[in-house]
C-alpha cells in the first residue's frame, strides 16, 4: 500500500503542483522522506520519476495515473501468489503480528493473504494475531480482516506471545517485511524480532512474507536498514486516553531486524526463499527462480 | 502486598464474620481462590490461621491484626534487603516490567527497590519501563514510582524490549516474581518469559528479585505452577476504550512461567541465589544461607 500511496503521490503532485522534472523530483524527496524504512515506497517512486523522465512533459500526469492503476492489477497478482506460497508453509493454528491483509497492501495482503489462503484451503484451523502495540494495528485491523473473511481469530497481549509459542497452541510464526537485506535481515513492525527469538526458543518455524519489492539487494545486512522513530505520545496511551504519568521519556522504534538467522524461510511472489538468503533472494529478485 | 491484603482479610473475617476456627477457615478458602499463581497471599493466610488456631477465640481478631502490623515490619525490613542484594548485581542502565515497587508491595518493593537502590547508589544510570500490556502497570504505576524516587525513566512498548535489549542499551534485565518453584523456575507477570528469552539471545542477565516467602519448595518446577487466566475484555481495549471489533476471542493468562535455565539469579531478602537453583533456594528458605 506504501508503494501505491508513492505513486499516487507523484500522479497527485503532476495533476496539482506541476510536470517539470524539477517539481517531481522534489515531490519524490518530500514522498520518501515520510517513511524511511519501507522500501516499497522508494521503489515505487522511482518508478513514477522514470516513467515520467520517459514521457513528453504534457502526458505525465495521465501516464503516472496509468501507472497506479496498472500497479493496483500488479499487486493483486503479487499478493495472490504470495498467498498460495504461503498457505503451503501452515497447518494447525498460526500466530501473527501487526497487520497485512487487504488494509496494508491494497489487494489481497501477504502474510494474512498465506493465513486466509491457508484457512480456505483446509490447512488452517485458527490464527491468533497479537495487539501490536504502540498503533494496535493486530486488534484494531487483523482480528476485522479475519472476522471478515471468516476465520477464527484469537487476540492477545504482545506480552502473552512467548507463552503461547512455548505453549504449543501454534505451529508457526508467520508475519509480513517492511524491508529485507540482502542477507534477509528483516526489517518489519516493532515486536517482530522478539517473536523471533521466541520460536527459534521454542523450535517453531518463524515464516516472512513480502514480495520481492520489499527486497533491498542495496542493503548488505539489516545494519544498514534506517530505523523510523516515532513520537513519544504513542506510548503511554491511546487515542485520546492517557495512562502514563507526564513528563516520562519514551524509547517508540516504529520497526526492529529480525537477523536472517532466525528466518526459516522468505515466502515472496516468485516462490519460497531457504537460507542461505544471500543466493536465494538473488535468484528471485533478479528475475530467475521458480 | 497480596500477602499484607491476606492477613488484612482474616483480620477483616475475623472482626466481622465471626472468630470461629470454621467461619475463619471459609475466609481462608475464599481469599486464596483470588489469585491462585501468588504464593505470597497462601503463606500469610496460612500463618494467620495457624496464629488463630493457637489463641483464644475473644482474642483472635486483636491477634490478627497485631499479626498485620508485624508482617508490615517484616516487609520493610525484608524489602530493604532485597534492595541491597539486588543493586550489587546493577550497572548502567537496566529493564523492567510489571510494577515491583512500594505500590506492590507495601514498603520499598523487590526488583524496583533495587534499582531504586541501585541509582542512589550511583551504580545505575536510568531504568527502562515495560508498558506491561494488558494491565498496564508499567507504564501507570513503575514511571511514577521512579519519578518519585527520581531515578530517570524510559517507558517503552512491550513490542520494543526485544529491540531494545539487543541494542545494548541495557546491561540486565530484572523483574519480581509471583511464584518460584524449587527448581529455580518463576512465575511471574505475563511477558517475563518473553523478556527472558530476549536477554539470553543477547547474552545479557536476567534477575529475578523475590522474598524467600515467593519460594514454594513444594511445587517441584514450573509444569505444577497454576496460571491464572483473565477476562478477555480486558484485551482489546483499556479503561472504558475498546479499540477491537466484537466478538473477538482472547487468550489473557496473567502469568507466565520462566525456566530456570534462562534466569542468572534469584535475589532473596537472605542474599543472591545462584544455580543450581534446587539447592541455592532450598539453603535460604529452610532458614540456611547468608
Given at each position: 500500500l506504501l508503494g501505491l500511496c508513492g505513486a499516487a503521490g507523484m500522479a497527485i503532485a503532476a495533476s496539482s503542483a506541476g510536470t517539470d522534472l524539477v517539481t517531481l523530483q522534489q515531490a519524490a524527496a518530500t514522498l520518501k522522506s515520510t517513511r524511511p524504512t519501507a522500501v516499497d515506497l522508494g521503489h515505487a517512486i522511482d518508478r513514477a520519476l522514470q516513467l515520467a523522465a520517459s514521457v513528453d512533459e504534457h502526458a505525465r500526469a495521465d501516464a503516472l495515473w496509468d501507472l497506479c492503476e496498472a500497479m493496483l492489477r500488479e499487486q493483486a497478482e503479487s499478493d495472490a501468489a504470495l498467498g498460495r506460497h504461503g498457505a503451503s508453509l501452515l497447518a494447525g493454528n498460526?500466530?501473527?503480528?501487526?497487520?497485512?491483509?487487504?488494509?496494508?497492501?491494497?489487494?489481497?495482503?501477504?502474510a494474512l493473504a498465506a493465513i486466509i489462503e491457508a484457512f480456505r484451503s483446509g490447512r488452517l484451523e485458527r490464527c491468533f494475531a497479537t495487539e501490536t502495540r504502540p498503533l494496535l494495528q493486530g486488534a484494531r485491523l487483523t482480528t476485522w480482516e479475519l472476522?471478515?473473511?471468516g476465520v477464527p481469530v484469537t487476540l492477545l497481549p504482545d506480552t502473552a506471545a512467548a507463552s503461547l509459542i512455548r505453549s504449543g497452541e501454534v505451529t508457526a510464526v508467520m508475519t509480513g517485511a517492511d524491508r529485507i537485506?540482502?542477507?534477509?535481515?528483516?526489517?518489519n513492525k516493532i515486536g517482530t524480532s522478539?517473536?523471533?527469538?521466541?520460536?527459534?526458543?521454542?523450535?517453531?518455524p518463524f515464516y516472512i512474507v513480502a514480495p520481492?519489492?520489499?527486497?533491498?539487494?542495496?542493503?548488505?545486512?539489516?545494519?544498514a536498514i534506517p530505523i523510523e522513530f516515532r513520537n513519544a505520545a504513542e506510548v503511554g496511551g491511546f487515542g485520546g486516553l492517557r495512562w502514563?504519568?507526564?513528563g516520562v521519556d519514551a524509547y517508540n522504534p516504529a520497526f526492529d531486524v529480525t537477523p536472517a538467522a532466525l528466518i526459516a524461510a522468505i515466502v515472496t511472489e516468485r516462490g519460497i526463499a531457504r537460507p542461505p538468503y544471500r543466493e536465494s533472494l538473488l535468484a528471485f529478485v533478479d528475475g530467475g527462480g521458480s
Open positions: 498460526v500466530l501473527t503480528h501487526c497487520n497485512t491483509g487487504p488494509l496494508a497492501t491494497g489487494a489481497g495482503g501477504t472476522q471478515q473473511a537485506a540482502a542477507n534477509g535481515d528483516t526489517a522478539g517473536l523471533a527469538i521466541a520460536a527459534a526458543y521454542a523450535g517453531i520481492t519489492t520489499t527486497v533491498d539487494l542495496h542493503g548488505p545486512d539489516g545494519a502514563s504519568p507526564g
